[in-house]
Protein backbone atom coordinates (compact mmCIF):
# COMPACT_ATOMS: atom_id res chain seq x y z
CA UNK A 1 0.00 0.00 0.00
CA UNK A 2 1.41 3.08 -0.88
CA UNK A 3 2.29 5.72 1.89
CA UNK A 4 -0.06 8.71 1.75
CA UNK A 5 1.90 12.60 1.03
CA UNK A 6 1.81 14.93 4.30
CA UNK A 7 -0.71 17.46 4.17
CA UNK A 8 0.72 20.68 3.21
CA UNK A 9 2.32 22.56 5.66
CA UNK A 10 2.43 19.31 7.88
CA UNK A 11 5.33 17.10 9.28
CA UNK A 12 6.56 14.39 7.30
CA UNK A 13 4.97 11.12 8.81
CA UNK A 14 6.78 8.03 8.23
CA UNK A 15 3.90 4.93 6.29
CA UNK A 16 3.09 2.31 8.73
CA UNK A 17 4.50 -1.06 8.00
CA UNK A 18 1.55 -3.09 7.67
CA UNK A 19 3.77 -6.66 6.55
CA UNK A 20 5.72 -6.47 9.88
CA UNK A 21 4.10 -9.64 11.54
CA UNK A 22 4.45 -11.82 8.81
CA UNK A 23 8.11 -10.96 8.01
CA UNK A 24 9.03 -11.53 11.71
CA UNK A 25 7.61 -14.74 12.04
CA UNK A 26 9.65 -15.86 9.07
CA UNK A 27 12.38 -14.50 10.28
CA UNK A 28 11.37 -16.27 13.57
CA UNK A 29 11.35 -19.38 11.97
CA UNK A 30 14.66 -19.17 9.88
CA UNK A 31 16.73 -18.39 13.22
CA UNK A 32 15.07 -21.69 14.88
CA UNK A 33 15.85 -23.98 12.31
CA UNK A 34 19.85 -23.02 11.90
CA UNK A 35 20.33 -23.08 15.39
CA UNK A 36 18.51 -26.96 15.49
CA UNK A 37 21.16 -27.37 12.45
CA UNK A 38 23.90 -26.25 14.51
CA UNK A 39 22.76 -28.38 18.08
CA UNK A 40 22.80 -31.66 15.74
CA UNK A 41 26.48 -31.11 14.29
CA UNK A 42 27.73 -30.41 17.75
CA UNK A 43 26.27 -33.44 19.06
CA UNK A 44 26.91 -36.04 16.36
CA UNK A 45 30.44 -35.48 16.88
CA UNK A 46 30.45 -35.73 20.27
CA UNK A 47 32.10 -40.05 20.42
CA UNK A 48 33.34 -42.06 23.25
CA UNK A 49 37.70 -41.55 23.23
CA UNK A 50 39.53 -44.90 22.78
CA UNK A 51 41.65 -46.16 25.45
CA UNK A 52 45.55 -46.32 24.87
CA UNK A 53 47.66 -48.83 26.54
CA UNK A 54 51.46 -48.76 26.21
CA UNK A 55 54.20 -51.31 27.85
CA UNK A 56 57.67 -50.81 28.45
CA UNK A 57 59.73 -53.57 27.94
CA UNK A 58 63.25 -54.01 28.71
CA UNK A 59 65.70 -55.18 26.63
CA UNK A 60 68.01 -57.12 28.37
CA UNK A 61 64.72 -59.64 28.59
CA UNK A 62 64.04 -60.91 25.44
CA UNK A 63 61.04 -62.22 25.94
CA UNK A 64 58.05 -62.38 23.58
CA UNK A 65 55.30 -59.91 24.36
CA UNK A 66 52.15 -60.75 24.90
CA UNK A 67 49.90 -60.06 22.33
CA UNK A 68 47.48 -56.87 23.16
CA UNK A 69 43.79 -58.10 23.79
CA UNK A 70 41.26 -57.24 21.56
CA UNK A 71 39.56 -54.17 22.19
CA UNK A 72 35.94 -54.66 23.62
CA UNK A 73 33.60 -53.25 21.73
CA UNK A 74 32.25 -49.64 22.15
CA UNK A 75 28.60 -49.47 23.81
CA UNK A 76 26.28 -48.08 21.65
CA UNK A 77 25.33 -44.49 22.71
CA UNK A 78 21.75 -44.15 23.92
CA UNK A 79 19.72 -42.29 21.90
CA UNK A 80 19.03 -38.67 23.28
CA UNK A 81 15.43 -37.98 23.00
CA UNK A 82 14.54 -35.47 20.42
CA UNK A 83 13.57 -32.48 22.30
CA UNK A 84 13.36 -29.47 20.23
CA UNK A 85 15.50 -26.36 21.42
CA UNK A 86 13.99 -22.88 22.64
CA UNK A 87 13.64 -20.78 20.08
CA UNK A 88 15.95 -18.37 20.12
CA UNK A 89 14.98 -14.74 21.21
CA UNK A 90 13.31 -12.63 18.55
CA UNK A 91 15.86 -9.84 16.63
CA UNK A 92 14.26 -6.88 16.27
CA UNK A 93 15.04 -5.59 12.60
CA UNK A 94 16.96 -1.98 12.26
CA UNK A 95 14.36 0.14 11.36
CA UNK A 96 16.31 2.27 8.45
CA UNK A 97 15.51 5.92 7.76
CA UNK A 98 12.77 6.17 4.74
CA UNK A 99 14.12 8.26 2.14
CA UNK A 100 13.40 11.79 2.09
CA UNK A 101 9.57 11.93 0.47
CA UNK A 102 9.88 14.42 -2.15
CA UNK A 103 8.25 18.00 -1.20
CA UNK A 104 5.56 18.65 -2.85
CA UNK A 105 4.98 21.27 -5.31
CA UNK A 106 2.75 23.39 -2.99
CA UNK A 107 4.82 22.84 -0.04
CA UNK A 108 8.13 23.53 -2.57
CA UNK A 109 6.89 27.03 -3.70
CA UNK A 110 5.69 28.03 -0.23
CA UNK A 111 9.00 27.34 0.56
CA UNK A 112 10.56 29.49 -1.62
CA UNK A 113 8.28 32.29 -1.56
CA UNK A 114 8.79 32.51 2.36
CA UNK A 115 12.74 32.21 1.79
CA UNK A 116 11.91 35.25 -1.13
CA UNK A 117 9.80 36.79 1.50
CA UNK A 118 12.01 37.20 4.42
CA UNK A 119 15.19 38.00 1.88
CA UNK A 120 12.78 40.60 0.86
CA UNK A 121 12.33 41.45 4.29
CA UNK A 122 16.18 41.97 5.39
CA UNK A 123 16.25 44.15 1.94
CA UNK A 124 13.91 46.11 3.19
CA UNK A 125 15.32 46.58 6.73
CA UNK A 126 18.43 47.84 5.20
CA UNK A 127 17.01 49.86 3.22
CA UNK A 128 15.10 51.44 6.14
CA UNK A 129 18.56 51.73 7.86
CA UNK A 130 20.00 53.54 5.39
CA UNK A 131 17.35 55.69 5.25
CA UNK A 132 17.67 56.61 8.54
CA UNK A 133 20.96 56.96 8.33
CA UNK A 134 20.53 59.21 5.56
CA UNK A 135 17.74 61.00 7.12
CA UNK A 136 20.04 61.71 10.40
CA UNK A 137 22.80 63.23 8.08
CA UNK A 138 20.94 65.25 6.34
CA UNK A 139 19.41 66.75 10.42
CA UNK A 140 23.09 66.77 11.53
CA UNK A 141 24.01 68.66 7.95
CA UNK A 142 20.72 71.11 8.36
CA UNK A 143 21.76 71.68 12.04
CA UNK A 144 25.27 72.91 10.99
CA UNK A 145 23.84 74.86 8.15
CA UNK A 146 21.54 77.08 10.35
CA UNK A 147 24.47 76.97 12.60
CA UNK A 148 26.72 78.30 10.68
CA UNK A 149 24.00 81.18 9.05
CA UNK A 150 23.33 82.07 12.50
CA UNK A 151 27.00 82.57 13.35
CA UNK A 152 27.42 84.41 10.13
CA UNK A 153 24.02 86.41 10.64
CA UNK A 154 25.44 87.69 13.93
CA UNK A 155 28.97 88.40 12.15
CA UNK A 156 27.05 90.18 10.05
CA UNK A 157 25.42 92.44 12.91
CA UNK A 158 28.23 93.12 14.53
CA UNK A 159 29.87 94.17 11.08
CA UNK A 160 27.19 96.50 11.04
CA UNK A 161 27.04 97.78 13.87
CA UNK A 162 30.27 98.11 13.95
CA UNK A 163 30.04 100.33 10.62
CA UNK A 164 27.52 101.77 11.97
CA UNK A 165 29.06 103.08 15.13
CA UNK A 166 31.87 103.83 12.67
CA UNK A 167 29.59 105.81 10.41
CA UNK A 168 28.42 107.98 13.29
CA UNK A 169 31.66 108.94 14.50
CA UNK A 170 33.09 109.85 11.76
CA UNK A 171 29.54 111.99 11.34
CA UNK A 172 29.82 113.32 14.76
CA UNK A 173 33.61 114.10 13.63
CA UNK A 174 32.86 115.45 10.10
CA UNK A 175 30.13 117.94 12.45
CA UNK A 176 33.48 118.90 14.82
CA UNK A 177 35.42 119.65 11.93
CA UNK A 178 32.58 121.72 9.95
CA UNK A 179 32.10 123.73 13.29
CA UNK A 180 34.96 124.25 13.98
CA UNK A 181 36.12 125.52 10.27
CA UNK A 182 32.88 127.49 10.63
CA UNK A 183 34.37 128.79 13.77
CA UNK A 184 37.28 129.73 11.95
CA UNK A 185 35.49 131.13 9.40
CA UNK A 186 33.26 133.39 11.41
CA UNK A 187 36.22 134.03 13.25
CA UNK A 188 38.25 135.13 10.26
CA UNK A 189 35.36 137.13 8.97
CA UNK A 190 34.88 139.13 12.31
CA UNK A 191 38.85 139.38 11.56
CA UNK A 192 38.32 140.91 8.71
CA UNK A 193 35.10 142.35 9.48
CA UNK A 194 37.47 144.48 12.15
CA UNK A 195 39.97 145.18 9.99
CA UNK A 196 37.39 146.81 7.34
CA UNK A 197 36.07 148.49 10.57
CA UNK A 198 39.54 150.15 11.59
CA UNK A 199 39.92 150.71 7.34
CA UNK A 200 36.67 152.90 7.70
CA UNK A 201 37.49 154.41 11.16
CA UNK A 202 40.73 155.58 9.22
CA UNK A 203 39.29 157.14 6.37
CA UNK A 204 36.68 158.84 8.32
CA UNK A 205 39.58 160.23 10.63
CA UNK A 206 41.43 161.23 7.31
CA UNK A 207 38.45 162.99 5.61
CA UNK A 208 37.45 164.97 8.90
CA UNK A 209 41.12 165.71 9.31
CA UNK A 210 41.15 167.06 5.66
CA UNK A 211 38.10 169.05 5.75
CA UNK A 212 39.48 170.52 8.95
CA UNK A 213 42.50 171.76 7.58
CA UNK A 214 40.14 173.43 4.65
CA UNK A 215 38.00 174.95 7.38
CA UNK A 216 34.90 173.64 5.65
CA UNK A 217 32.64 172.00 7.55
CA UNK A 218 29.72 169.32 7.16
CA UNK A 219 27.16 171.62 6.60
CA UNK A 220 29.01 174.30 4.29
CA UNK A 221 29.91 171.11 2.23
CA UNK A 222 26.28 170.36 2.36
CA UNK A 223 25.09 173.41 1.16
CA UNK A 224 28.26 174.37 -1.40
CA UNK A 225 28.10 170.45 -3.05
CA UNK A 226 26.80 170.58 -6.60
CA UNK A 227 23.93 168.82 -7.26
CA UNK A 228 22.91 164.89 -7.05
CA UNK A 229 23.31 163.25 -10.61
CA UNK A 230 20.08 161.74 -11.19
CA UNK A 231 21.50 158.71 -13.32
CA UNK A 232 23.92 158.12 -10.63
CA UNK A 233 21.66 157.71 -8.03
CA UNK A 234 19.54 155.97 -10.46
CA UNK A 235 22.10 153.53 -10.59
CA UNK A 236 22.85 152.92 -7.22
CA UNK A 237 19.09 152.51 -6.05
CA UNK A 238 18.62 149.87 -8.91
CA UNK A 239 21.56 147.99 -7.86
CA UNK A 240 20.32 148.09 -4.39
CA UNK A 241 16.87 147.09 -5.27
CA UNK A 242 18.16 144.17 -7.09
CA UNK A 243 19.69 143.21 -3.95
CA UNK A 244 16.86 143.53 -1.93
CA UNK A 245 15.01 139.97 -0.65
CA UNK A 246 11.61 140.98 0.42
CA UNK A 247 8.31 138.68 0.02
CA UNK A 248 5.31 140.51 1.74
CA UNK A 249 2.95 142.62 0.66
CA UNK A 250 3.96 145.86 -1.06
CA UNK A 251 2.89 148.92 0.96
CA UNK A 252 3.57 153.15 0.02
CA UNK A 253 6.02 152.98 2.67
CA UNK A 254 9.69 154.26 2.23
CA UNK A 255 13.16 153.69 3.71
CA UNK A 256 15.64 156.41 4.04
CA UNK A 257 19.27 155.75 4.81
CA UNK A 258 22.64 157.43 4.77
CA UNK A 259 25.73 155.84 3.50
CA UNK A 260 29.28 156.56 3.15
CA UNK A 261 31.46 155.16 0.82
CA UNK A 262 35.29 155.60 -0.26
CA UNK A 263 36.14 156.72 -3.22
CA UNK A 264 36.76 153.39 -4.71
CA UNK A 265 32.89 152.76 -4.17
CA UNK A 266 33.19 150.67 -1.26
CA UNK A 267 30.82 151.14 1.78
CA UNK A 268 32.08 152.18 4.86
CA UNK A 269 29.32 152.80 6.46
CA UNK A 270 25.15 152.21 6.92
CA UNK A 271 23.05 154.37 8.68
CA UNK A 272 18.92 154.20 9.14
CA UNK A 273 17.72 157.84 8.87
CA UNK A 274 13.97 157.16 8.87
CA UNK A 275 12.30 154.19 9.40
CA UNK A 276 9.31 152.55 6.95
CA UNK A 277 7.55 151.57 9.90
CA UNK A 278 8.08 147.23 8.85
CA UNK A 279 11.23 146.38 10.21
CA UNK A 280 11.60 143.60 8.12
CA UNK A 281 11.52 145.65 5.27
CA UNK A 282 14.07 148.21 7.05
CA UNK A 283 16.24 145.27 7.32
CA UNK A 284 15.96 143.81 3.66
CA UNK A 285 17.14 147.12 2.68
CA UNK A 286 20.04 147.37 4.78
CA UNK A 287 21.83 144.27 4.03
CA UNK A 288 21.02 144.84 0.19
CA UNK A 289 23.08 148.23 0.98
CA UNK A 290 25.98 146.21 2.55
CA UNK A 291 25.66 143.91 0.01
CA UNK A 292 26.10 146.06 -3.45
CA UNK A 293 29.31 147.16 -1.78
CA UNK A 294 30.84 148.96 -3.98
CA UNK A 295 28.56 150.43 -5.44
CA UNK A 296 28.54 152.14 -8.79
CA UNK A 297 30.65 155.30 -9.94
CA UNK A 298 29.68 158.81 -12.02
CA UNK A 299 30.77 158.86 -15.78
CA UNK A 300 33.57 160.86 -14.81
CA UNK A 301 34.96 157.91 -11.98
CA UNK A 302 34.25 160.16 -9.09
CA UNK A 303 31.52 159.17 -5.83
CA UNK A 304 29.76 161.06 -3.67
CA UNK A 305 31.60 160.90 -0.02
CA UNK A 306 27.78 160.88 1.54
CA UNK A 307 24.46 159.32 0.13
CA UNK A 308 21.05 159.90 1.36
CA UNK A 309 19.16 157.03 -0.16
CA UNK A 310 15.60 156.68 0.05
CA UNK A 311 13.76 153.39 -1.15
CA UNK A 312 9.09 153.09 -1.27
CA UNK A 313 8.16 149.58 -0.63
CA UNK A 314 6.15 149.81 -3.86
CA UNK A 315 8.51 150.26 -6.17
CA UNK A 316 9.97 147.34 -5.84
CA UNK A 317 9.53 144.95 -9.00
Not at 74 to 86: H, L, N
Not at 133 to 153: H, M, T, Y
Not at 164 to 187: D, H, N, Q, V
Amino acid sequence: MAAKPATAGGPYRVPKDEHGVRSLAMATAMHAGLLLFLWIGVHWQNNQPVAVEAEVWDMSIQQAAPPPPEPEPAPEPAPEPDVAPPPPPPVAKPVEAPPPAKEPDIALEKRKAKEKAEKERKEEEKRLAKLKQEEEERKELEKARKLAEKKAAEEKKKLEEKKLEEKKLAEEKAKEEKKKEAEKLAKAKAEEQKKADKRREAEMKRLAGVLDATGVTGTAAKSTAPRIDAGYQAAIRAKVQSNISYSGAKQDVEAVFRVAQLPTGEIISVRKVKSSGNPAYDAAVENAINKSSPLPRKKDGSVDRDLELVFNLKDLH
